[in-house]
């Protein structure tokens, strides 16, 4: 896995110093890249490169140029079929210089365009400067695996795999996004294509971007393509295991030490059980929990590493937040407020510890119908929202009405159903996505207050997959809206950003395109018969894994955040949030101690609406410091102090 950057002027000569930072922009991403770095630059544009070497580790490195050098690529990610597109192209003419899978994108760009993103089976970002139509082409795999930021500043065209390589631009322009805050604390992510800086934007999974003096273009060129078309007659559980045990295949090349994550769940454990049918004696795998019993899989994880004879390595995290947590929260160069990139910090430490790549099961919970807590809910309020307007009514009057405690047994815990049947599908699913209230996000910014989550700012671009997608099924729309939202903006983000932190590149076989498509041509009364969660899934497992981990409840990959501000952490928030003013320009800090009073009472669990608020302060002042430092390199470098 690696880092890119550089910047490309729209029109006229690149401004050389925008150049002389390159280096330091590029030096910004040593982490994704601790092996070597290296950058290219000519009058128009200027490519930065830090390479972990994986594949042809003696001659990949980048930036890599075509034959006359007339297109240069810088790329981060990982092509699974390079090597069957490399016999194509040398059929057709091109010479190769090394054994790596860039050139072949490369190449494949000469002949093919911007088409040739059809072509890859892997995780990719990349960019390719084209000096002799003075074009410069971005691309991103087709489920978001690795990021890709961009910017205009000044006339020039800037990218990176994160925004803190932006800073080191001197004509970086950090203005927040006002409008992002609202975004932020409902979802806890800052929904793409925007970020929270203002001039700055993800380009989205499965698109492609193209600049020159004409303009800039961007084109989706990929999304699930058809849904609930598989036959009833199929054998889906046997062409599910088959396709996976290709996908983890696939994914098996590497010239450095491979290994796993392995959590509890059957996801992982899959995933193993593939890699040791094909390198059984090289199994490596590492797994992580809390002391609390209800954040702790390590049993459960230790039945299939025995199962499979793995060389496992575990252990019990009690993490020291006033160590780690800036360190987390400078990873993102965002707020993000997903606490299980913390036990995802841990696990890629040890992993990388013995291993420098480790295949995941990220993917399974989106395409196969994982999340039952949701999904089994979203599918019962439809059946409810059948019965007409009356019942609608009727459910929005005693949602209003119903009790609402921490104390209350879960199955009495019925105000959100009953609320959610009085609202439109889209809408249930998008409150039930949500990390914090409406009526809360809105007191928190001063805004006119509402119930309606009809009425935030990010509704309508987080709903769009649900709206739109062609399945007739709420509970198959649920899915593909969450591939699109919750997995792209969350998921694979906190593993990028938490295993790149450590040099460690992560692979993720349930998240192949063959995979998704299968998925998704399967109709969700496969995949959740009798609202029984990720069944086809089991049914593989049942094959494969052992019978003692199939019986055990799913705990999620999570952290005790609510206990964490009830107990051991509570001071530090104190003083981090309530005592300092750098929140108050963001949010009333007055709402956020009441939250927080209520909350160490236990009065109501407000666990992780205060750490989406921790999360938001601790950004503010992480990513000002590094601002600031950024700043002061560049002016450095125009004073002449340092070398260009």
């Not at 996976?244 to 995933?271: C, Q, W």
């Not at 049914?539 to 955040?561: T, Y």
Request: glycine share 8%.
């Amino acid at each position: 896995m690696c880092g890119i950057c550089g910047a490309f002027a729209l029109d006229g000569p690149l401004d050389p110093a925008i150049v002389a930072a390159l280096p330091a922009m590029t030096a910004s991403l040593a982490h994704r890249g601790p092996d070597a770095g290296a950058t290219f630059a000519d009058s128009v544009a200027a490519l930065g490169h830090r390479r972990l070497s994986i594949i042809d580790v003696a001659g990949g490195a980048q930036p890599i140029a075509n034959e006359d050098e007339s297109c240069w690529i810088v790329f981060n990610g990982e092509i699974y079929n390079h090597r069957d597109l490399r016999r194509d192209l040398v059929g057709r003419g091109h010479q190769f210089r090394t054994h790596s899978d860039t050139e072949t994108i490369l190449h494949g760009y000469e002949e093919l365009g911007p088409a040739v993103v059809d072509r890859l089976e892997g995780m990719f970002a990349f960019a390719i400067y084209d000096a002799r139509r003075r074009e410069l082409f971005l691309a991103r795999d087709r489920l978001g695996k690795k990021p890709l930021f961009y910017a205009t500043f000044a006339g020039v065209l800037h990218f990176a795999s994160e925004i803190k390589a932006l800073y080191r631009s001197p004509v970086w322009d950090g203005t927040v996004d006002g409008e992002a805050i609202e975004g932020y604390l409902s979802l806890g992510y800052v929904l793409g294509p925007g970020t929270i800086h203002r001039h700055v934007r993800k380009l989205g999974a499965g698109e492609w971007l193209k600049a020159s003096g004409r303009g800039t273009a961007i084109r989706r060129y990929w999304d699930v393509p058809v849904f609930d078309t598989l036959p009833a007659s199929a054998d889906v559980v046997s062409e599910i295991e088959a396709t996976l045990a290709t996908t983890v295949r696939d994914r098996l090349e590497s010239e450095v030490p491979l290994g796993a994550f392995l959590s509890g769940g059957i996801d992982s454990g899959l995933v193993v059980s593939f890699m040791a049918d094909a390198a059984p004696a090289a199994l490596v795998t590492a797994s992580v929990g809390f002391a609390e019993a209800a954040h702790n899989e390590l049993a459960a994880a230790r039945l299939t590493a025995d199962r499979y004879r793995s060389h496992h390595h575990e252990a019990v995290i009690e993490p020291r937040l006033d160590d780690v947590l800036d360190r987390v929260v400078a990873a993102f160069d965002e707020p993000f407020a997903d606490a299980s990139a913390i036990p995802t910090w841990y696990v890629s430490q040890i992993a990388r510890r013995h291993v420098t790549v480790a295949l995941s099961g990220d993917g399974g919970d989106e395409a196969w119908g994982g999340y039952s807590f949701r999904y089994v809910p979203h599918a019962l309020e439809g059946y409810v929202r059948r019965g007409g307007a009356s019942v609608r009514s009727l459910a929005a009057w005693a949602g209003r009405h119903w009790p609402s405690r921490p104390w209350l047994p879960k199955p009495l815990r019925l105000a959100t159903i009953l609320a959610n049947i009085a609202r439109d599908p889209a809408a249930a699913w998008f409150f039930d996505l949500c990390v914090m209230r409406p009526a809360t996000v809105r007191e928190l910014i001063g805004a006119a207050p509402t119930s309606r989550v009809e009425d935030m700012r990010v509704y309508e671009p987080a709903t769009e997959p649900y709206r739109t997608c062609p399945s007739a099924s709420p509970l198959q729309r649920a899915m593909y809206a969450d591939l699109k939202i919750y997995l792209q903006h969350d998921v694979l983000v906190k593993v990028d950003r938490m295993s790149m932190q450590h040099g460690l590149e992560v692979r993720c076989p349930l998240l192949d395109r063959r995979v998704v498509e299968l998925a998704f041509r399967t109709p969700a009364s496969r995949k959740m018969p009798r609202l029984r969660p990720k069944r086809l899934l089991r049914a593989v497992a049942e094959r494969r894994l052992p019978a003692d981990l199939l019986r055990l409840p799913k705990h999620g990959f999570s952290a005790p955040v609510g206990a964490w501000l009830r107990g051991a952490y509570a001071g530090m928030f104190q003083d981090q949030v309530l005592d300092r003013p750098g929140l108050a320009s963001l949010v009333d800090v007055r709402v956020v101690r009441r939250l927080f009073d209520e909350h160490r009472a236990g009065r109501a669990d407000h666990g992780q609406a205060l750490w989406t608020i921790w999360m938001l302060e601790r950004w503010e002042e992480v990513s000002s410091r590094a601002e600031m430092e950024a700043r002061e390199q560049v002016e450095k470098w125009k004073s002449g102090k340092v070398e260009k």
